[in-house]
Each structure stands twice: as structure tokens, then as C-alpha cells.
């Protein structure tokens, strides 16, 4: 991952939150959410919206049905809105497949997973509450085990879901 200025990192139970914020048409938004392995530093928040996305990622974090209110910086394709619209549908301790979203937005399961792995504002908009038709399926355009996807089996679990 190039090197990014954070204006947060924080902890958390699976490694760290990269938090990015940025002025829009005059308003502090939320413009990028990242999942960082444990190596990356803590860094306190430098704005006042990152720290209240902070607050918010610790309340999910004690109680999985915490509902995010936070200002996005309006991003990605008509698609990828649409996609990510149909996920912010999706009830904690509930999955959706890529195939469910698709046939949802009259499209295809594969296109559906690269809008999954380009979702800017993970948690926020919950893209591991989608799972493939077999299992987990992959996270954030990573494939197979490691890293992203013992993320989302996490959060999977920290919200009651039990995929085989």
C-alpha cells in the first residue's frame, strides 16, 4: 500500500482503521476508511470528525448493532453507488451473496464484487455482510486467506453470522 497522511489510526480487535477526511463543498467529510495490519502506528486524531468516527468505531465495536451517522464524501461510479445502496440495506447478523445483490440491480455477480472491494467507507457500509454463493468469499480485492479476509470473518462474527 503506497504511504498515506492518516488523519487517524486507531485500534482494533482484527488490527487498525486508517481514517481520512477531507473538506467538500465546504463541510468535513469522511473520504476514505481503510484496514490496516497490526504493524501500522496509532495516530491520534487530528480533526474533530475523525475523532467522532473513532467514537463510532468503538461503540460498533461493544455492541454490533451500533448504526454509523457519519458525513461520506460522495464517491465511486452510478454503479458502485447502486451496489453500495443495496448493501447498506443488508440487517446486521444478515448475508447476501454476490449472485442476491446482482440479481437485485440487474447486474453481475462478479461486477457487484469489484464494487464490494472498492467500497471506501468499510463498516460504515457494510460490504462483509456480502459473501460469495460457496462461503466468505474474498474482501477489500483480496482473494483466499489472510489479512482482509480474517477481517471480514471477524465481523461476521462480532455480528452473529456463521458461514461454513
Request: with cysteine; hydrophobic share 40%; proline share 5%.
Amino acid at each position: 500500500m503506497k504511504h498515506t497522511e492518516w488523519d487517524a489510526v486507531i485500534a482494533a480487535p482484527f488490527g487498525k482503521l486508517g481514517i481520512q477526511t477531507e473538506v467538500v463543498d465546504a463541510s468535513l467529510m469522511v473520504s476514505q476508511i481503510v484496514y490496516l495490519e497490526h504493524g501500522e502506528k496509532i495516530k491520534p486524531a487530528k480533526t474533530d470528525l475523525a475523532k467522532e468516527v473513532e467514537r463510532q468505531f468503538k461503540q460498533y465495536f461493544k455492541n454490533p448493532d451500533f448504526i454509523f451517522d457519519l458525513p461520506l464524501k460522495p464517491f465511486g461510479t452510478a454503479f458502485q453507488q447502486r451496489v453500495w445502496s443495496e448493501i447498506e440495506k443488508i440487517s446486521r447478523g444478515e448475508v447476501k451473496t454476490y449472485g442476491d445483490l446482482a440479481k437485485a440491480i440487474k447486474s453481475a455477480p462478479r461486477a457487484v464484487g469489484q464494487a464490494c472491494g472498492s467500497n471506501p467507507f468499510p463498516l460504515v457500509v457494510p460490504c462483509h455482510r456480502v459473501i460469495s454463493a460457496t462461503g466468505i468469499g474474498g474482501f477489500a480485492h483480496q482473494a483466499g486467506e489472510g489479512f482482509h479476509r480474517n477481517v471480514k470473518a471477524w465481523l461476521l462474527h462480532h455480528e452473529g453470522v456463521q458461514i461454513k
